[in-house]
T-cell receptor
């Protein structure tokens, strides 16, 4: 059974801090790893990482895929209160999975002013 | 925003009653999914569809059924609601298997009393 584990489960920081969120996975096949941000409602897409695209960056957020270690990290630099959210990691096992994603438990990030 | 809507947004129902949640999309996407979100569990797949009348079970399908008679609508039915089905339910759509991840609906908060 495919499995995705995130750590830490929760994190409290102050504005300006840098945070690193972790995601590890065990899947029978691997197509891609995705990061989502969830504030009060629906998750919104951040990054997708694949074998051909192992590093992505957007503003203060960046993510790296380590296929050897079967893991990924999401870095947020110079955090702001607006970064407070649940960050979800998910893996697409590809093949005949019909695009099904297996999600981790999520990391709850709280950024204090 | 992508055209995906869920209804109702909130519902309180009694144990033992049937409940149907609706997901409607205007994007003509082939793939649709129902997930539930509970604290500490992230998002877990209930059922998914890869075309009209083509559906299959996810990891937590017991007590749920689905139907997809049209491309745009994916219905989730709780045959006889139980308190363990109190959760937030998200519908998601994907343009193709393994593409750019999902677009999520805004969620339905279901409380079974």
């Amino acid at each position: 059974e495919d499995k995705v584990v995130q750590s830490p489960l929760s994190l409290v920081v102050h504005e300006g801090d840098t945070v690193t969120l972790n995601c590890s996975y065990e899947v029978t096949n691997f197509r891609s790893l995705l990061w989502y941000k969830q504030e009060k409602k629906a998750p919104t897409f951040l990054f997708m990482l694949t074998s051909s695209g192992i590093e992505k960056k957007s503003g203060r957020l960046s993510s790296i895929l380590d296929k050897k270690e079967l893991s990924s990290i999401l870095n947020i630099t110079a955090t702001q209160t607006g970064d407070s959210a649940i960050y979800l990691c998910a893996v697409d096992a590809g093949g005949t999975s019909y695009g099904k994603l297996t999600f981790g438990q999520g990391t709850i990030l709280t950024v204090h002013p | 925003d992508a055209g995906i809507t869920q209804s109702p947004r909130h519902k309180v129902t009694e144990t033992g009653t049937p409940v149907t949640l609706r997901c409607h999309q205007t994007e003509n996407h082939r793939y649709m999914y129902w997930y539930r979100q509970d604290p500490g569990h992230g998002l877990r797949l209930i059922h998914y569809s890869y075309g009209v009348k083509d559906t299959d079970k996810g990891e937590v399908s017991d007590g749920y059924s689905v139907s997809r008679s049209k491309t745009e609508d994916f219905l989730l039915t709780l045959e006889s609601a139980t308190s363990s089905q109190t959760s937030v339910y998200f519908c998601a759509i994907s343009v193709s298997s393994g593409a750019h991840g999902y677009t999520f609906g805004s969620g339905t908060r279901l409380t079974v009393v």
